[in-house]
């Protein structure tokens, strides 16, 4: 599956309330290691069935990065049952980014 | 396999060598621990490369390596930890093995200096940052700080002056090295105030990072609110595992000239993670060109 774009208005249903675990990746345009780690987001979302990856541009959805105290971009924040269970910050390898849903 | 020459370091002057290396038909592997592209990946805009007058960190690294791989060097994303002379076999290890080369080069650049205290890692992404261009708009009208008393550290506090509520600038020493126009600017700034002769002692969190400790000079000690905390405190290179092969001076810098040569035949260096005044992309990739043309240089004599 490729990544979900969501929104403030998606984000209950593609997120809260969705049955796989989801990784949420927090970024903007303007962000070099957030364009760095697109491919490995993409990768994950393609490659793995048993997750959901979803992308927040937090220039269009500043209340979301604010709600959820993202600092610093990019930033992937895992949520399962609606609940955050874990985040990284920064340019991680994929083994790190996977390793998060551990 | 066995290359000619090994590149430590896909930054801008790693590349820049993979470049030279290729178009001298020698082999080219590029050991990179991150992503390719190094520090400059983080700059929005870049306007002071020749002929390339406004251009983003990420295109320019993106372009430059496919560059390199489009001539034919190899890349593999494993980090360097070690490196052997053996006369004309060099050896370099990574966590996971090693690979041979006729010459290496070191092309590490330098990464950032944190400040050493309690909870920093822990706090980056929840207040502690390195980088106001990248990180400010998340305090908008928030109170922050600003550690360090390099040329960066100023140019962050006034950046992040027309961002947040209150800036603290809060060096070390009651001096700033250079950049008397930006300290002057600072200090017409109503929301701008400086604690001199201080240090940060200690981060206070529970989540989030909520306030500071400040320790002045004289001994007084005092708790300042901040929600972020930008640490400009300068880099440092990272030439540590090299030590073996290269000299380095008191700061980590490798003790190489224009000439990128160091004290073992066959081992050169590049980039910001050598001894120079101005540390830039031209340069850097100024010491790519050099030192590839010096290890072609070397391997041809040998054979
Ligand atoms: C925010 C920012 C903005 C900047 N803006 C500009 C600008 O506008 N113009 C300009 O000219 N310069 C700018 N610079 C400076 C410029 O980025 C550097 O001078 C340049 O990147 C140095 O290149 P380098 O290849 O020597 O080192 P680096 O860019 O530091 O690259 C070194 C690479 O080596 C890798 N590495 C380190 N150790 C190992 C190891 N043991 N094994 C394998 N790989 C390793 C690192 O991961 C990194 O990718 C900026 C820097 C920053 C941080």
């Known amino acids: 599956m490729a990544v979900i774009k969501v929104t403030q208005e998606n984000f209950e249903n593609e997120v809260l309330k969705s049955d796989k675990p989801v990784l949420v990746d927090f970024n903007a345009d303007w962000c070099g290691p957030c364009k760095m780690l697109a491919p490995t987001m993409d990768a994950i979302a393609d490659e793995r069935d048993d997750i959901k990856v979803v992308s927040i541009n937090i220039d269009d959805e500043d209340e979301l990065a604010e709600k959820y105290e993202v600092f610093s971009i990019p930033c992937v924040v895992v949520f399962k049952n609606g ?13 790190d980014i996977e390793g998060l849903l551990r | 396999m066995r290359y000619d020459i090994l590149v430590i370091g896909a930054g801008p002057a790693g590349m820049t060598a993979a470049i030279y290396g290729r178009r001298a038909n020698k082999t080219v592997l590029v050991l990179e621990a991150a992503s390719y592209g190094g520090q400059i990946i983080n700059a929005h805009k870049i306007e002071n490369y020749p002929v390339a007058p406004h251009i983003s960190g990420f295109d320019f690294a993106t372009k430059l390596y496919e560059q390199a791989k489009e001539l034919g060097a190899e890349f593999v994303f494993e ?6 002379d053996k006369g004309a076999d060099k050896i370099v290890g990574t966590p996971s093995g090693s690979y041979e080369a006729g010459a290496v080069i070191i092309a590490t650049g330098s990464d950032k200096r944190k400040l050493g205290i309690d909870r920093e890692d822990e706090l980056v992404g929840r207040g502690v940052s390195y980088c106001a261009t990248c990180d400010g708009a998340f305090f908008r ?21 027309d961002i947040a509520e209150k800036v603290y600038l809060i060096h070390r020493l009651d001096k700033f090295r250079g950049a008397e126009a930006d300290l002057e600017r600072l200090k017409a700034r109503d929301n701008v105030e400086l604690l001199l002769n201080s240090e940060i002692t200690k981060l206070n969190a529970d989540k989030r990072l909520e306030s500071i400790e400040v320790k002045a000079k004289d001994g007084t000690v005092q708790t300042v609110e901040v929600s972020g905390l930008f640490v400009a405190v300068g880099r440092v290179p990272e030439n540590q595992n090299f030590a073996a092969v290269i000299d380095l001076d008191d700061k980590g810098y490798a003790n190489a000239k224009e000439d ?4 073992t035949a066959g081992i050169f260096v590049a980039g910001d993670n050598r001894v120079k005044e101005v540390r830039q992309l031209v340069t850097a990739a100024a010491d790519g060109a050099v030192a590839a043309t010096a290890a072609v240089k070397y391997l041809n004599e040998k054979a």
């Open chain 2, 79 to 84: 980090k360097a930890v070690s490196i052997e």
């Open chain 1, 83 to 95: 609940e955050e269970v874990n985040r990284s910050v920064g340019l991680r390898p994929r083994a």
């Open chain 2, 141 to 161: 009208k928030k109170t922050v700080a600003v550690a360090g008393g390099t040329r960066t550290a100023l140019e962050d506090a006034l950046y992040l002056a």
């Open chain 2, 260 to 263: 990128c040569l160091t004290r």
